[in-house]
């Protein structure tokens, strides 16, 4: 293994210290427990917008720190999730009395560790309500999660709660409106090669010089299928149908309560697509995949989305989630509406994304 | 080699068809010739910005067109230069009469093609100037050129330039400030591992799994030289010193003089960095080495310029000229000036960069 590293179990902190001496402006950084955060933190009256995971998917989550997006990230070793500590530091920093999400990927762990910091803070009466992201169209269950795993829709989840914590929405608007932003987005993954892990210096997973692997996850956790090499037509065909012909899908998701003061098992359900939709579309490196391969992506997705009367209305395209230095991409299609492209189009200052001059 | 193409000889033409469709608010392409330019050129009275060069370093140029940037760029094949017909197509195209500048990298078919079209052009009485990048300070001579190689310093050159020629600077004062940012701007990259061209299909070179290439190009060209892998630490400081203890660097460059109607030879001279210089420092990556590796080099950047009294005033840290999926990263120091950072504060809107809220 050859990266750009000094002892692998620096690697989370080093980094973290870099973006705090890059970024003093923007950001500011907490080492123990481990949490980045807006340098103007706590925004009185503001509801507080808090994510995190597993290092090694940067951008996300900490990049996405700052003015019209995250209040706080909090970044777990690499493909591991944080801690409560983490998140309930990072509560005790952001929290401007108006109430806090968490926007949580769906992960076992990250479940757990969100819903244990919640338990911790609700205890000092501080109120937080949280958002399952779960938009991976590729699996049912993995490795990691029940149900499935939550992806590119995090980040536009982050970007339009983010604006709508900006614009003075209370608390449980926005949850409903995170809620929303996830049962309309779906995404799929493909990688070329696998990553390697740091502490594990080898890679994740082997793969032959004429295999691909369909429906990966962001952890180099097996997908759909594995299968030969394609060309990027057939490749983002197969990745753009899956998603647009994802049907309805139906589970339960423990959401806290506040009226009952419980949690409460709420049934969710993805409407599917439909000619004349609005689209968000999110081109996505793994990491290791250029940007001009993207946009042969991006060209061909395109092509089907009209064929399907499909309208792509905004478009992101670059490395947003990534997987270390997997070669890969994933596509995701958020379905939007008017309220959704009015807080995507607001103006965001976090250290990757600068949006809406 | 597995890439997300199609045919290796269409990646060019299908990369910029699929930038045309997600971005037409910001910039339209011509295929043949190749060149990609702002939505709404020519702008009438301002001096227009061109550069271009070889594909394969994206987001460099292309992902650097739009309003306060470039008025055009000419992407050639992969790690090629651009023909003279696609400079003359988009000079055509992007000329609003107060003069056009060419950027070019010192790379000797760069340098032939862009002079021939301004030889073409000016046949045709269109005035331009055109201002060599050459700031790479591992090597005096490479496989592709004569001097120093163009890296890094050329996308802040563009970027600066181009908000100078927004807020109505003349031709002849645009070249001086090109000039000055070029000799205040040293770069030095270093290689993990290899890229890999489509059209060759296997790596450009040769690495073994504990050695390193420093000083390598952005076409995967050799550098310095090779020795085993280091810590991240040992790598920045070496790239870091080599920039900042540079000597002055004097050579002749061919330049256009206007007045006198012919080719002159200029002797330009780069000034050591000293004591109490204020910087831009650019962490770049070569591809395939993550945002979070990047975090770490420019961690040990910050304490090392610190020390030396230099004082990093803006930074850029991310993929900006890259070399396909090479693992790896550069490092850019340039000294700045009152007016250089009041034109990087500019605002820009290109489709990778968005400075400026």
Not at 145 to 157: F, S
Not at 177 to 194: D, F, Q
Request: one cysteine or more.
């Amino acid at each position: 293994m050859k990266k750009l590293i000094n002892d692998p179990l620096d690697i989370v902190r080093e980094s973290l210290e870099g973006m705090a001496a890059a970024h003093p402006d923007l950001i500011k950084v907490n080492l123990d427990p481990a949490f980045i955060y807006r340098a103007d933190a706590p925004v009185t009256g503001k509801v507080a917008i808090i994510s995190g995971g597993g290092s090694g998917h940067e951008p996300l989550h900490t990049g996405y720190v700052g003015k019209g997006m995250l209040d706080a990230a909090c970044p777990g070793e690499i493909f591991t999730s944080p801690t409560p500590d983490q998140m309930l530091g990072a509560t005790h920093k952001v929290d401007g009395g108006a109430g806090i999400l968490y926007i949580v990927k769906n992960y076992s762990g990250d479940v757990m560790n969100f819903e244990m910091a919640m338990e911790l803070a609700r205890s000092e009466d501080i109120r937080i309500l949280s958002i399952l992201i779960d938009d991976d169209v590729a699996v049912k269950n993995s490795l990691y999660t029940q149900g499935r795993r939550g992806v590119g829709t995090t980040l536009l989840a982050e970007k339009i709660c983010g604006a709508a914590a900006e614009q003075g929405y209370s608390l449980k608007d926005i949850s409903h409106l995170c809620r929303r932003v996830n049962i309309n987005g779906r995404s799929m993954g493909m990688a070329l090669t696998s990553c390697t892990t740091p502490a594990k210096g080898t890679p994740t997973f082997e793969i032959g010089e004429q295999e691909i692997e369909m429906g990966i996850g962001i952890h180099g956790e097996p997908g759909q299928k594995r299968m030969t090499l394609k060309s990027v037509d057939e490749i983002t065909e197969m990745m753009a149908l899956s998603i647009i012909e994802d049907l309805s899908y139906r589970r339960t998701v423990r959401e806290w309560d506040e009226d009952k003061s419980e949690w409460q098992e709420v049934e969710l359900i993805n409407p599917p697509f439909q000619k004349g939709d609005r689209l968000l579309a999110l081109v996505n490196s793994m990491g290791g995949t250029p940007l001009a391969e993207l946009y042969i992506v991006y060209r061909k997705l395109a092509e089907i989305c009209q064929k399907q009367g499909l309208q792509i209305v905004r478009n992101l395209i670059g490395p947003y989630v990534t997987s270390l230095d997997m070669q890969g991409c994933s596509i995701t299609l958020l379905k939007l509406d008017d309220e959704m492209i009015r807080l995507w189009d607001a103006p965001v200052n976090t250290l990757s994304l600068r949006w809406g001059l």
